[in-house]
């Protein structure tokens, strides 16, 4: 009888504790100096790694990839302001937003009028600000500690980076299931400390890893860790044979804020990933379905003509959208264990129904079977009346819809049932012999 029954990946999830351990491992990444290459990026996926198997890649500079190339490698060893009495007012030890992402190294004494030109900042919170692909350097401040800044004094200014060849890191966890068709998972593992914009998809993808990997999944499930944009198309380039095995897939990112969770359609708009995620979220009050547009996250990069992947997103607030974003107010406090554990319980929900639609065709199609007689109409209810009324209910609506042409999604959504009781009474019904699956 197990064996028949959908694998429930959210069967026994405490979502509390589960969000508790996501929040945990986001406070361990946070700190972790990530762009979009180096050693920052390998730590992290070594830290993931811990938790899901991974198959790191390294990308080498110059390698084409698709319209774009694999940038230089970037890494920092310290970075500095100093005045003139040699006291260090900014430092890249004490924040690794202090310094624009990709700056060259400098070391050099100028004015505070040309030293100003280098700077960039906000009211009361350090911005977070990159030049991947110009020749530049700078730093992050307050607008208070820029105002602090005198035009006449000498300042000394220290960037030990490295700018060289290397390469361009991503990780991918490639969990199998019982079919080689595959639910893709991808973050972007590229943001230097920002809670939200990044570390908390990290660590919940990371988390849900390590649950999969101890479930038995129909489909194979990969989880995608890479820079964002040049992470997913690299990994894309090297992925073209296999595009075709994706039934469905999310972009999961900014799931730690206590907004509500939001659900981006793919391209397409209406696959299944859609479907189900559009279900999901109509079972959490507040929620937001919004449509496909070609700007956000990673999902317009799988998303574009040539791939067309049922690929989707889930945030809660996403980028730009809350006061906090790339500033170093998204910091751990934003990020709560509750919001986490919720998103993380979306996800496997989601990965749920994708894992346990199907079609089936009733072998006893010419009125109702006598249920009683398999064990499968309970007159008299045990101690949980509400569940087994739902039970009695799906049981009907499974049976009333096994016509070849509706889904257990179907089902679940017309009958307004939730999708783990209806795929329950499917898998009763199959070991009771009255339905089959449709081929
Ligand atoms: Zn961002």
């Given at each position: 009888?197990?064996?028949?029954?959908?694998?429930?990946?959210?069967?026994?999830?405490?979502?509390?504790?589960?969000?508790?351990?996501?929040?945990?491992?986001?406070?361990?990444?946070?700190?972790?100096?990530?762009?979009?290459?180096?050693?920052?990026?390998?730590?992290?996926?070594?830290?993931?790694?811990?938790?899901?198997?991974?198959?790191?890649?390294?990308?080498?500079?110059?390698?084409?990839?698709?319209?774009w190339?694999?940038?230089?490698?970037?890494?920092?060893?310290?970075?500095?302001?100093?005045?003139?009495?040699g006291?260090?007012?900014?430092?890249?030890?004490?924040?690794?937003?202090?310094?624009?992402?990709?700056?060259?190294?400098?070391?050099?004494?100028?004015?505070?009028?040309?030293?100003?030109?280098?700077?960039?900042?906000?009211?009361?919170?350090?911005?977070?600000?990159?030049?991947?692909?110009?020749?530049?350097?700078?730093?992050?401040?307050?607008?208070?500690?820029?105002?602090?800044?005198?035009?006449?004094?000498?300042?000394?200014?220290?960037?030990?980076?490295?700018?060289?060849?290397?390469?361009?890191t991503?990780?991918?966890?490639?969990?199998?299931?019982?079919s080689?068709?595959?639910?893709?998972?991808?973050?972007?593992?590229?943001?230097?400390?920002?809670?939200?914009?990044?570390?908390?998809?990290?660590?919940?993808?990371?988390?849900?890893?390590?649950?999969?990997?101890?479930?038995?999944?129909?489909?194979?499930?990969?989880?995608?860790?890479?820079?964002?944009?040049?992470?997913?198309l690299?990994?894309?380039?090297?992925?073209?044979?296999?595009?075709?095995?994706?039934?469905?897939?999310?972009?999961?990112?900014?799931?730690?804020?206590?907004?509500?969770?939001?659900?981006?359609?793919?391209?397409?708009?209406?696959?299944?990933?859609?479907?189900?995620?559009?279900?999901?979220?109509?079972?959490?009050?507040?929620?937001?379905?919004?449509?496909?547009?070609?700007?956000?996250?990673?999902?317009?990069?799988?998303?574009?003509?040539?791939?067309?992947?049922?690929?989707?997103?889930?945030?809660?607030?996403?980028?730009?959208l809350?006061?906090?974003?790339?500033?170093?107010?998204?910091?751990?406090?934003?990020?709560?264990?509750?919001?986490?554990?919720?998103?993380?319980?979306?996800?496997?929900?989601?990965?749920?129904?994708?894992?346990?639609?199907?079609t089936?065709?009733?072998?006893?199609?010419?009125?109702?079977?006598?249920?009683?007689?398999?064990?499968?109409?309970?007159?008299?209810s045990?101690?949980?009346?509400?569940?087994?009324?739902s039970?009695q209910?799906?049981?009907?609506?499974?049976?009333?819809?096994?016509?070849?042409?509706?889904?257990?999604?179907?089902?679940?959504e017309?009958?307004?049932?939730?999708?783990?009781?209806?795929?329950?009474?499917?898998?009763?019904?199959?070991?009771?012999?009255?339905?089959?699956?449709?081929?």
């Amino acid at each position: 009888m197990q064996e028949a029954r959908p694998r429930g990946l959210t069967a026994g999830l405490d979502p509390a504790a589960a969000g508790a351990e996501i929040h945990e491992l986001a406070r361990r990444l946070m700190p972790i100096p990530r762009s979009l290459t180096g050693d920052g990026v390998r730590e992290t996926l070594r830290i993931v790694g811990e938790l899901v198997p991974l198959a790191v890649t390294e990308v080498p500079t110059g390698t084409p990839v698709f319209d774009w190339t694999a940038p230089r490698e970037w890494n920092v060893a310290e970075a500095w302001i100093a005045d003139a009495s040699g006291r260090r007012i900014v430092d890249w030890r004490e924040s690794n937003l202090r310094l624009l992402g990709y700056s060259r190294p400098v070391r050099e004494r100028l004015k505070g009028a040309e030293l100003d030109e280098r700077l960039y900042s906000l009211p009361d919170r350090i911005p977070y600000r990159t030049a991947y692909w110009a020749d530049t350097w700078g730093f992050c401040v307050t607008e208070e500690e820029r105002r602090a800044i005198r035009p006449d004094e000498e300042y000394e200014v220290c960037i030990d980076a490295r700018l060289e060849d290397g390469h361009l890191t991503y990780a991918e966890a490639l969990l199998p299931g019982e079919s080689e068709e595959e639910v893709l998972l991808s973050t972007y593992v590229c943001h230097p400390s920002l809670a939200n914009d990044n570390v908390s998809g990290i660590a919940l993808l990371a988390v849900l890893g390590a649950r999969l990997v101890e479930r038995r999944l129909h489909r194979s499930h990969r989880l995608l860790f890479s820079p964002g944009t040049l992470g997913p198309l690299a990994w894309l380039s090297r992925s073209l044979e296999r595009l075709d095995r994706i039934r469905g897939g999310m972009v999961v990112a900014c799931v730690g804020d206590p907004g509500p969770l939001r659900y981006k359609r793919s391209r397409g708009g209406d696959t299944a990933v859609d479907r189900a995620a559009a279900y999901v979220l109509r079972g959490r009050p507040g929620s937001l379905v919004e449509d496909f547009v070609p700007w956000g996250g990673d999902e317009r990069q799988f998303c574009s003509p040539g791939f067309d992947l049922p690929v989707g997103a889930l945030t809660r607030t996403p980028h730009g959208l809350f006061p906090e974003y790339h500033s170093s107010a998204d910091d751990l406090d934003l990020i709560t264990a509750e919001s986490l554990g919720d998103s993380l319980a979306a996800t496997l929900e989601i990965l749920d129904v994708l894992e346990g639609d199907r079609t089936y065709v009733s072998r006893n199609p010419y009125g109702e079977p006598q249920l009683g007689r398999r064990g499968l109409y309970r007159e008299v209810s045990s101690g949980a009346p509400r569940e087994e009324e739902s039970f009695q209910r799906a049981i009907l609506w499974v049976l009333n819809l096994a016509d070849g042409g509706h889904s257990l999604l179907d089902v679940a959504e017309r009958a307004d049932l939730p999708f783990g009781v209806v795929a329950d009474a499917a898998a009763a019904l199959l070991d009771a012999d009255l339905l089959e699956e449709r081929p």
